[in-house]
């Protein structure tokens, strides 16, 4: 592989949180206990507290537990993990330009909770503040799309792909994923 070859996506796979029920279930009482105050990390208390929130690092009673599962579970129970393996991207590479349209109705579900991997797939690469991609020739993108249609194609920076059929979340991507719900941290503060 040299920098002179085009650019190429490969869809590796498309991946169902729900599909495996159990590893599903841990998944959403980890993110409940995550967005429980006192599991915040001690900095984060110690900003409540030094703004008269101090209060609010209460646990989460049982009824607010649930709103969050049924909170997670709309947005998960049929979002897709989608793992694509980068080659030679160039300056039109744009990971947020992945996507699902329904022509019908216009409505998009957009790249969302984007992470890089080596080109392996078993290390998270860290991008920098004014980093947006990896500098290397070769890595693998995941994200997630919600509400995902297995009928519709995905869009990318370099046009329209065929995903394979949806597999239950391997071990590796539920280790190595994680999932940052839209409107979490305003939820959390609520």
Same mark, same amino acid.
């Given at each position: ?23 599903? !279930? +841990? *998944? ?7 967005? /429980? #105050? &006192?599991?915040?990390?001690? %900095? ?46 160039? !300056? +039109? *590479? ?7 349209? /329904? #022509? &019908?109705?216009?409505?998009? %579900? ?81």
């Amino acid at each position: 592989m040299t920098a002179d070859e085009p650019p190429s996506l490969n869809l590796l796979g498309v991946y169902s949180y729900s599909s495996d029920q159990a590893s599903y !279930a +841990r *998944f959403i009482r980890e993110l409940i206990d995550f967005h /429980d #105050p &006192p599991n915040f990390s001690e %900095e984060v208390k110690d900003i409540l507290r030094n703004n008269g929130r101090g209060d609010e690092i209460a646990p989460l009673t049982a009824e607010e537990r649930q709103e969050w599962e049924e909170y997670l579970h709309f947005y998960m129970a049929d979002a897709a993990v989608v793992e694509v393996l980068v080659e030679n991207p160039d !300056a +039109r *590479f744009n990971p947020r330009d992945f996507a699902q349209i /329904d #022509p &019908p109705t216009g409505h998009s %579900e957009m790249a969302w909770n984007e992470m890089f991997l080596t080109a392996d797939g078993e290390t998270e690469i860290e991008t920098g503040y004014r980093q947006t991609l990896p500098v290397a020739r070769q890595y693998r993108v995941v994200f997630v799309i919600h509400r995902w249609e297995p009928s519709l194609p995905l869009r990318s920076s370099y046009g329209e792909h065929q995903a394979p059929a949806v597999q239950p979340l391997s071990e590796r991507l539920w280790r190595l994923t994680s999932y940052d719900p839209p409107e979490a941290s305003a939820r959390a503060i609520q």
